[in-house]
């Protein structure tokens, strides 16, 4: 059970907008601890995709965007393409473990 | 651009050891706090170790605190994990993560990730 909760699938159509939440708790996200998005696709190394909440890297394109408020945070994807398809996971530190934690994923499918 | 190559993973039974590595280049190695990342089969990512800068600290998680330890050579820009006492329960693919920051062994965020190396613990 992993401390940051993430939907196990999320799906959605080319050219469609889908959300992917992470709720935490007040040992995590709940105390302003900033939340952060890997995308992982198979065989290759994951890649950072949204910094301290909102922020994109250079080179992620505007159609990822990262929001957050209270005890949760959300990656939002607009105009989904193909490529997109991949597993997505938030992380954040926890207080009590003393720990980066992360969220266990949720895979997207482009239908 | 900076490339973290793990190496070391294998097949080992339960209770031996193991050691990875991962070799760093592309950046200033000694500026940086690493990590060890893992994902079991079927599983999400779990953060394993972290270690700061200069190695005057590091953390683990609970589930390998005691049985694993990590280090830095910031001379040769490498990263290691010395896995004993080795557990069914810690096979998994192995990443190597590069810190935003250079002070925190439990993690900031990760900016920068190697394609792993794989550890199979089995009899």
């Known amino acids: 059970q992993s401390v940051l909760t993430q939907p196990p699938s999320v799906s959605g159509a080319p050219g469609q907008r889908v959300t992917i939440s992470c709720t935490g708790n007040s040992s995590n996200i709940g105390v302003g601890y900033d939340v952060h998005w890997y995308q992982l696709l198979p065989g290759t190394a994951p890649k950072l995709l949204i910094y301290r909440n909102n922020i994109r890297p250079s080179g992620v394109p505007d159609r990822f965007s990262g929001s957050k408020s209270a005890t949760s945070a959300s990656l939002a994807i607009t105009g989904l393409q193909a490529e997109d398809e991949a597993d997505y996971y938030c992380q954040s530190y926890d207080t009590r473990l003393s720990a980066s934690v992360f969220g266990g994923g949720t895979k997207l499918t482009v239908l | 651009e900076v490339q973290l190559v793990e190496s070391g993973g294998g097949l080992v039974q339960p209770g031996r050891s193991l050691r990875l590595s991962c070799a760093a280049s592309?950046?200033?190695?000694?500026?940086?706090?690493m990590h060890w990342v893992r994902q079991a089969p079927g599983k999400g990512l779990e953060w394993v170790a972290g270690?700061?800068?200069?190695?005057?600290?590091?953390a683990y998680a609970d589930s390998v605190k005691g049985r694993f330890t990590i280090s830095r050579d910031n001379a040769k820009n490498y990263l290691y994990l010395q896995m004993n006492s080795l557990r069914p329960e810690d096979m998994a693919l192995y990443f190597c993560?590069?810190?935003?920051?250079?002070?925190?062994?439990?993690?900031?965020?990760?900016?920068?990730w190697g394609q792993g190396t794989l550890v199979t613990v089995a009899s």
């Open positions: 592309g950046f200033t190695f000694n500026d940086y706090a």
């Open positions: 270690i700061v800068w200069n190695s005057g600290s590091s």
């Open positions: 993560a590069k810190d935003v920051g250079t002070y925190d062994s439990s993690g900031t965020y990760f900016d920068h």
